[in-house]
């Protein structure tokens, strides 16, 4: 190594290591401020809020609390507004069941009645809608030898979307039959 490039290496350590302590931890009215900017750009949940303080410096479960009580007293934060936004944009925009939304939820431990309550916006007609345009589309795609294994393709992967079994069986059932009955090539029969 010449010397330079030693020097080099020296200053740019110096800086690495100077830049890592001139990080000021920040104060809790700090951490508010950002917080505060943080969920005025989307909907955040607290433990999402909690997952940034975190990152942010401020450790202690006392003053995450205190700012996350805060952000719910101004309105930055509400549980059910968050639990409605997640629900319409995941349903509308990810095409997720129910089951799958619900689960997500319950892991950011939001309380299980703002979850139903937010999940009762999605009517039984929208979920109905919702697994038939996606069934149908993925039985355009699937290649099976026989309707047992078509069937069980079209449940794995309305379970992994987190529609209910019910209604994955009746639009399956629904879906398989207009497709046999529909293309004489099909190289399977449904049963019934």
Not at 70 to 76: A, G, I, N, P, S
Not at 93 to 122: C, T, V
């Amino acid at each position: 190594m010449t010397h330079a490039h030693a020097h080099q290496l020296y200053i740019g350590t110096f800086f690495f290591l100077s830049n890592k302590r001139m990080k000021k931890e920040l104060t809790e009215k700090e951490a508010f401020n950002k917080a505060a900017t943080y969920c005025s750009r989307s909907e955040h949940c607290p433990s999402e809020v909690r997952e940034k303080l975190y990152q942010w410096g401020i450790k202690d479960e006392e003053p995450q609390q205190r700012i996350i009580q805060q952000l719910m007293d101004e309105k930055y934060l509400d549980e059910g507004r968050f639990c409605r936004a997640f629900v319409h944009d995941k349903f509308h925009f990810n095409h997720w069941g129910r089951q799958k939304i619900a689960m997500y939820l319950s892991q950011k431990r939001l309380p299980a009645p703002l979850i139903q309550e937010a999940l009762e916006d999605i009517s039984d007609d929208d979920s109905l809608q919702e697994a038939q345009a996606l069934l149908a589309n993925k039985l355009r795609s699937i290649k099976a030898d026989s309707s047992y294994e078509l069937y069980a393709k079209l449940m794995r992967f309305a379970s992994a979307r987190g529609i209910e079994a019910d209604i994955a069986h009746q639009v399956i059932k629904q879906i398989t039959e207009e497709y046999a009955t529909g293309d004489e090539e099909a190289s399977f029969t449904t049963d019934e």
